[in-house]
T-cell receptor
Framework: AQSVTQLGSHVSVSEGALVLLRCNYSSSVPPYLFWYVQYPNQGLQLLLKYTTGATLVKGINGFEAEFKKSETSFHLTKPSAHMSDAAEYFCAVSEGGATNKLIFGTGTLLAVQP | DGGITQSPKYLFRKEGQNVTLSCEQNLNHDAMYWYRQDPGQGLRLIYYSQIVNDFQKGDIAEGYSVSREKKESFPLTVTSAQKNPTAFYLC????????????????FGQGTRLTVV
């Protein structure tokens, strides 16, 4: 069975500092990996995804993530945090196929201090 | 613009009452999903449907029911058997089988916040 672990339910950074949100996955098949962002009382918006090919994936708003198979990780980074990055971030894994069910981690709430 | 519409945005349920949450999409997606979100627990899958007139239980289906009579619509009923229904409910869709692409992301609606009063 697939699973996702997000280390750190709350992360706080200063504006302009590096953002690093951690995600480790478990999957018996080559995984498809996703990062979503959620603002209060809203749905989820896709930041980036890894399916096949290049392991360093760039997304919206300056975020990127690197798929490391040997470490079963897909950590999300951004070189310089902005106040507007304050939100909750979810990592998800899927086996693809006709169902394409996404299994989510428990989320990381990012606070950005001025 | 294509997207997923959930209604209502806020819903209040009395004890012992069934309520139905609406989810409509115009993305021509074949697969649709319902997730429940509670603080600190992430999103948990309630039900999913790969195709019209077919649906499968997810991890927490007890106390919920769904139907998929039309490709565009996937309503969720929270029954009186669901003992702790207060949560944020998210509907999502993915996969247009015509494209043959199966590893796509899911698109989400804006959610319905259900509160028991």
């Amino acid at each position: 069975a697939q699973s996702v672990t997000q280390l750190g339910s709350h992360v706080s950074v200063s504006e302009g500092a590096l953002v690093l949100l951690r995600c480790n996955y478990s999957s018996s098949v080559p995984p498809y990996l996703f990062w979503y962002v959620q603002y209060p009382n809203q749905g989820l918006q896709l930041l980036l995804k890894y399916t096949t090919g290049a392991t360093l994936v760039k997304g919206i708003n300056g975020f990127e993530a690197e798929f490391k198979k040997s470490e079963t990780s897909f950590h999300l980074t951004k070189p310089s945090a902005h106040m507007s990055d304050a939100a909750e971030y979810f990592c998800a894994v899927s086996e693809g196929g006709a169902t394409n069910k996404l299994i989510f981690g428990t989320g990381t709430l990012l606070a950005v201090q001025p | 613009d294509g997207g997923i519409t959930q209604s209502p945005k806020y819903l209040f349920r009395k004890e012992g009452q069934n309520v139905t949450l609406s989810c409509e999409q115009n993305l021509n997606h074949d697969a649709m999903y319902w997730y429940r979100q509670d603080p600190g627990q992430g999103l948990r899958l309630i039900y999913y449907s790969q195709i019209v007139n077919d649906f499968q239980k997810g991890d927490i289906a007890e106390g919920y029911s769904v139907s998929r009579e039309k490709k565009e619509s996937f309503p969720l009923t929270v029954t009186s058997a669901q003992k702790n229904p207060t949560a944020f409910y998210l509907c999502a869709s993915s996969i247009d089988l015509r494209t043959g692409v199966m590893n796509t992301e899911a698109f989400f609606g804006q959610g319905t916040r259900l509160t028991v009063v």
